[in-house]
């Protein structure tokens, strides 16, 4: 499954407003995941586990609304420096990270369908 999902981060990191592509665990770890080349990450490494965390439960709270509004099919926040990206991924989170330019509908569907 990791080979999988990293030939998917490869697949994602080819577009060029994406800076960071990765896979979570329910517990907020990173399974498998990098940043584009020549990217110079915006959190440490501490932060980053944090922002996955948080990441992950706020997915896990919007699942609790499926069955009437039904599934989330992706969120996104938009920040002054970056665009974040969560997809469900059968047991897996992906995590997204984005130029602040990013076009999120258009985006969000071009990941969708390399899902």
Do not use: H, W
């Amino acid at each position: 499954m990791s080979d999988e999902l990293l030939q998917k981060c490869k697949l994602i990191l080819k577009e060029p407003e994406i800076r960071f592509a990765g896979f979570l665990d329910m517990m907020g770890n990173l399974v498998v995941g990098s940043f584009s080349d020549g990217i110079k990450p915006l959190k440490d490494d501490e932060e980053r586990k944090k922002m996955f965390i948080e990441a992950v439960l706020r997915i896990r709270t919007r699942q609790d609304f499926d069955e009437r509004l039904g599934p989330v099919e992706y969120a996104a926040a938009r920040r002054k420096n970056v665009v974040t990206f969560t997809f469900i991924y059968g047991d897996k989170v992906l995590f997204i990270s984005a130029e602040p330019t990013v076009d999120i509908d258009v985006t969000a569907r071009k990941i969708l369908s390399l899902l």
